[in-house]
């Protein structure tokens, strides 16, 4: 059973921007903290940021003041605007609920920054 979708990825310049939308199954998006994560390769899945049902955010220092976590409630979807990025934010990315081991994962979308 497929809970989130995400996209949005894409191949951007060291400076550029993406944004990245996930929609939730009602399920999740209702009761959960939603939460950006991503895996570079040959490393381990790492959270980048979470936001709460009432709004509230919480980011990982890395991307602290560069990325952006957004509810919009009507849409049951959750954004990651990326700005300022730089060739280490290259990762596939997913979002889940918050803790993440209650759901499956999605499929993932490939952000890939570089020259």
């Known amino acids: 059973q497929v809970h989130v979708v995400e996209s949005g990825g894409g191949l951007v310049q060291p400076g550029g921007s993406l944004r990245l939308s996930c929609v939730a199954s009602?399920?999740?998006?209702?009761?959960?903290?939603m939460g950006w994560y991503r895996q570079a390769p040959g490393k381990k899945r790492e959270q980048v940021a979470v936001i709460t049902t009432g709004g509230s955010t919480n980011y990982a220092d890395s991307v602290k003041g560069r990325f952006t976590i957004s509810r919009d409630n009507a849409k049951n979807t959750v954004h990651l605007q990326m700005n300022s990025l730089k060739p280490e934010d290259t990762a596939v990315y997913y979002c889940?609920?918050?803790?993440?081991?209650?759901?499956?994962w999605g499929q993932g979308t490939q952000v890939t920054v570089s020259s």
């Open positions: 889940n609920a918050v803790p993440s081991n209650i759901y499956a």
């Open positions: 009602a399920t999740i998006y209702s009761m959960y903290r």
